[in-house]
């Protein structure tokens, strides 16, 4: 850091959504995913492992404390291979899925929403019913969606300083 809060050039802050796991397109519909939620009040967080140990692509939490998770398909054969995402119901209050044009949108079935993304914003096609959270469960994923939240920026800021105790 450089005194009054800017960051030096020197410090090359790492691609938070680039660890290897996700393609090109997938970078994409997460991007425009997490953009539109943004834009209706939620703050968002990637990769945020929840209490099953399941990783859900993307959490968002709304200015009401109401969760979304949202599972980015890049493509038909991404949907095809997730059988866990009834899994994600337990830990959010709404499970949305996030695709692209080229994916076949009805694939995706109706007991979740559906985001269509450009990689640049996106849309909501259809909402997702929802299933009020348990308030214990509640409290468990916003604490874990914090704790990421905060480690994530600390480890932005202090790269250094991960994984020091």
Known sequence: MIPGGAVSNRVRLEDPLADGRQSEAAIRVWRGAARLLRQ???ACVGELTLASGRRADLAALGPKGDVWIVEVK????????????????????RLYFATHAEVPLDVFPQEAGLILSDGFSAEILRAAPEHRMAAATRKAVTLRFAQAAANRLHDALDPQARGEV
């Open 40 to 42: 209706h009040g939620f």
């Open 74 to 93: 890049s493509s038909l054969a991404d949907f095809r291979a997730d059988s866990k995402w009834p899994d994600y119901r337990l830990h959010c209050d």
